[in-house]
């Protein structure tokens, strides 16, 4: 499995993923999902991938060789964020053409996510989310915040703390505690770690970080957080069972 | 979806369930899924259901008619908590018999998990997870909770508080929260809530609560929690970008 994060504030983005793959228990990898195409002072654009790794990685490469051979549509060339998750969208769409009609044939799964989001000069930054299908969505100021893989152990954390106008620092150590959250529950997801922060008209990336497994943050982090949480949780109230609901040794009637 | 949840603990035993319904998102009812079987100083017996309505109403029927009857096999003629499971997992076979294939000719999910738990005298509390198949796993010290149906946003709060040793106020707590934080990221399960404890050896249930929407213990619970939460995120440090990792605009080598 995969984690994947993209957050979009008034201040910036920022980009957080795992690097655990896994094709069955008995052959997990690492693999890196986060990749960063930069442009100093012109455009940043930041890619995520999760899903079928042969299929994602296919799709990376195609975009790679456009900007190698320059052609008429690769990442330097489009005017508009949208226009890249859409270009973004038509790789997807090309690979799963060809790959998946062999791979339904043995009922592997072809699905694959991508988060697409950065800054092109003259536009405010933005970010996308991708389907298998090659279609998309957006992140808006409601909503700042798009994931992929294994996203429901690390929503929590973002749902109780995340909201658009947070600043850029807090907004990263929220997705570090997002993917935390996801490794300590779940094996699939696993370090290293990528993070990437980028403020808003900078066009250049401010922080960039890789946490491998045992690293002396990572690991202080996660304590200092384990240690937070359990004081949160010790000064909650016990539950007041001030009053009853009675015995039911029937099934329910849908009036509760 | 559902969440349920059920804590074993040197102390006594902690189940919480949702009552949302919903066959697709235009038809969410609510319908009880807790449901608890008590003779005093003998036995207690408490069982949880997600999945299928269908299916797991006919399981609990099943079982009602059988105590009804007076059966051969009822839940209080069976001497240990094993047989009991093994019971309801007889009857999670037979209804899946009957039903499933019906369902299957329309693609219709037919599957169904209990949580089956209690305490039968001359015997140590136990928990169980009874699968569709009428399969089933024991919570054990190391691993002292289960949960069925949506039950991914409700594991972090479980994996960084509870323990076997907690006592029962605690770990009565930690289940309310592990419900809030799942309610709070998935419309899909939701109030009322029930919540019981039963203490080890009393052969009472000494805690019985229905959680209604709007219930302002409730409300106050979830805003103490959100307090505590973000004082818990505000202490934390913020991350160390001491050391980078290197731009990359070409796929990984796999050697992070």
């Known amino acids: 499995m995969t984690y994947c994060l993209g957050i979009i504030t008034s201040s910036g983005l920022v980009f957080a993923a795992d690097s655990r793959t896994n094709a069955g228990v008995d052959y997990v990898s690492t693999y890196r999902k986060l ?10 654009i930041v890619i995520c991938t999760s899903g079928n790794l042969a299929i994602t990685q296919s799709i990376l490469t195609l975009i790679h060789n456009d900007l190698h051979k320059q052609e008429a549509k ?15 969208g038509e790789k997807t769409r090309w690979v799963q053409d060809q790959q998946k009609p062999w791979l339904q044939k043995d009922g592997i799964d072809a699905q694959c996510n991508l988060l697409v989001g950065g800054q092109i000069s003259g536009e405010p930054p933005q970010l996308y989310l991708i389907y298998s299908q090659g279609n998309f969505i957006q992140a808006t100021p409601e909503t700042p915040f798009l994931q992929i893989g294994e996203t429901k152990y690390g929503k929590p954390i973002l749902d109780r703390t995340l ?34 922060t980028y403020y808003r008209d900078s066009f250049i990336v401010k922080h960039r970080l890789q946490l491998k497994a045992g690293d002396p ?3 202080k982090f996660r304590q ?12 909650m109230p016990d539950i007041d069972w001030g009053y009853s609901a009675p015995a039911v040794n029937t099934i329910g009637t849908g009036e509760d």
């Open 217 to 219: 943050f990572l690991i």
């Open 163 to 196: 909201h658009f106008d947070i600043d850029l620092a807090s907004a990263a150590k929220c997705a570090l505690l997002s993917l935390d959250s996801t490794m300590k529950s779940n094996i699939s997801v696993g370090p290293p770690i990528h993070l990437l």
């Open 224 to 235: 200092q957080w384990e240690i937070a949480i359990r004081q949160a949780f010790e000064q």
């Open 74 to 88: 690769n990442l330097t060339a489009f005017s508009s964020m949208y226009d890249v998750a859409s270009y973004v």
């Open 35 to 44: 990749f960063d195409f930069v442009w100093e002072g012109d455009r940043i």
